[in-house]
T-cell receptor, first 114, second 116 residues
């Protein structure tokens, strides 16, 4: 069965500093990986995805994520955090070989201090 | 391009009452999903439609939840009767197809349900 783990409930970072939000996954086939962001009282907004190809994926709002097959990780990164990046971030995985279901992690709250 | 529309945005009901949520997907998206997001958790798939047919409803509590997408466009999710544990945000999402490698699901703003 596929699963996603986001080990940190909250990540705190100062504005201008780099940020990392961690995600690890488990699937039996080829992983399709996604990051979404959720602002208060809003739905999930798509940030980026990894399907195949280059391990470094660039997405919206300056975010990027690195796919690491050996570590089964797909960490979200940004070189310089903004206060407006403060939100709830969800990692999700789909087993590309056997399932169409998108399984979400429990979310990580990012707090960027001015 | 208009996004996924949902209504109402908020709903407060008492337990044992019924409630319905509406979703209109992005134009041209054949696949529609309903998710339940309980506070502090990630979204959990309740049901998936491909056009007007059900692809997966394995996690839908069918004794109280029902959903339909009669004309293959907009959809309604109903809860009858509601329980306290149904308090959650109900998210609707749509995508162009369920199995394409490039599939991205696009979400609506959600309906926040509080059952008292």
């Amino acid at each position: 069965a596929q699963s996603v783990a986001q080990p940190e409930d909250q990540v705190n970072v100062a504005e201008g500093n780099p940020l990392t939000v961690k995600c690890t996954y488990s699937v039996s086939g080829n992983p399709y990986l996604f990051w979404y962001v959720q602002y208060p009282n809003r739905g999930l907004q798509f940030l980026l995805k990894y399907i195949t190809g280059d391990n470094l994926v660039k997405g919206s709002y300056g975010f990027e994520a690195e796919f690491n097959k050996s570590q089964t990780s797909f960490h979200l990164k940004k070189p310089s955090a903004l206060v407006s990046d403060s939100a709830l971030y969800f990692c999700a995985v789909r087993d590309g070989d056997s399932s169409y279901k998108l399984i979400f992690g429990s979310g990580t709250r990012l707090l960027v201090r001015p | 391009e208009a996004g996924v529309a949902q209504s109402p945005r908020y709903k407060i009901i008492e337990k044992r009452q019924s409630v319905a949520f509406w979703c209109n997907p992005i134009s041209g998206h054949a696949t529609l999903y309903w998710y339940q997001q309980i506070l502090g958790q990630g979204p959990k798939l309740l049901i998936q439609f491909q056009n007007n047919g059900v692809v997966d409803d394995s996690q839908l509590p069918k004794d109280r939840f029902s959903a339909e997408r009669l004309k293959g466009v907009d959809s309604t999710l109903k809860i009858q009767p509601a329980k306290l544990e149904d308090s959650a945000v109900y998210l609707c999402a749509s995508s162009t197809s369920p199995r394409g490698a490039q599939e991205t699901q696009y979400f609506g703003p959600g309906t926040r349900l509080l059952v008292l």
